[in-house]
């Protein structure tokens, strides 16, 4: 029973150019969640979400950055025209029930370390 | 703004020596989670209280919570080199979807 997979693991962008992150939620898990993670720090909502919905995207910046589950394949978040401070981890987390009661804990995947040159 | 608060930020101790972490938070919560994340990984869950227990266990972990002084901790006893990573505590309160985690306590036990 395969965890929560991203990818790619590293990836190198220049300035102004566009990343997407991939993320595969584990089997029978409906419910996506995006972290971003600066050195020495703890993780920072970006956005949940459902199939094909978002449900909640409060914590992410208004500006260059989307997110989608769409209903078949993997969440994609998306950061267009990349600035030196989008340099960070990138954590996905899968769950299996409502997320809105949050009595099931999250599974995270190894993260996508976002590097701006 | 910042719900979870882990203090100590660092804590270094002997294989052996049990490790006391704290989380502090700063509205009403419906559970409180602590996460473990070893270096250049994701986080793992360990142990989730919800806002009506006072104590938990689970292996060398016990945790408890005083949410009149909205406030956790974390032990764990008879510790391990293996033991060495970062610890956060997560809140999620009510009526609301995100899960707001802490800065962490970087926990290293030497052998």
């Known amino acids: 029973n395969a965890g929560v997979m991203q990818n790619p693991r590293h990836l190198v962008r220049r300035r102004g150019q566009e990343a997407r992150l991939r993320c595969s939620p584990m089997?029978?898990?409906?419910?996506v969640y995006w972290y971003r993670q600066l050195p020495e720090e703890g993780l920072k909502f970006m956005v949940y979400l459902q199939k094909e919905n978002i449900i909640d995207e409060s914590g992410m910046p208004k500006e260059r950055f989307s997110a989608e589950f769409p209903k078949e394949g993997p969440s994609i978040l998306r950061i267009q025209q990349v600035v030196r401070g989008d340099s960070a981890a990138y954590f996905c987390a899968s769950s299996r029930r409502d997320g809105s009661s949050y009595n099931s804990p999250l599974h995270f995947g190894n993260g996508t370390r976002l590097t701006v040159t | 703004s910042q719900q979870g608060e882990e203090d100590p930020q660092a804590l270094s101790i002997q294989e052996g020596e049990n490790a006391t972490m704290n989380c502090s938070y700063k509205t009403s919560i419906n559970n409180l989670q602590w996460y473990r994340q070893n270096s250049g990984r994701g986080l793992v869950h360990l142990i989730l209280i919800r806002s009506n227990e006072r104590e938990k266990h689970s292996g060398r972990l016990r945790v408890t919570l005083d949410t009149s002084k909205k406030s956790s901790s974390l032990l764990i006893t008879a510790s391990r080199a293996a033991d060495t990573a970062s610890y956060f505590c997560a809140t999620v309160m009510y009526n609301n979807n995100d899960m707001r985690f802490g800065a962490g306590t970087r926990l290293t036990v030497k052998p």
């Open positions: 089997k029978g898990h409906s419910h």
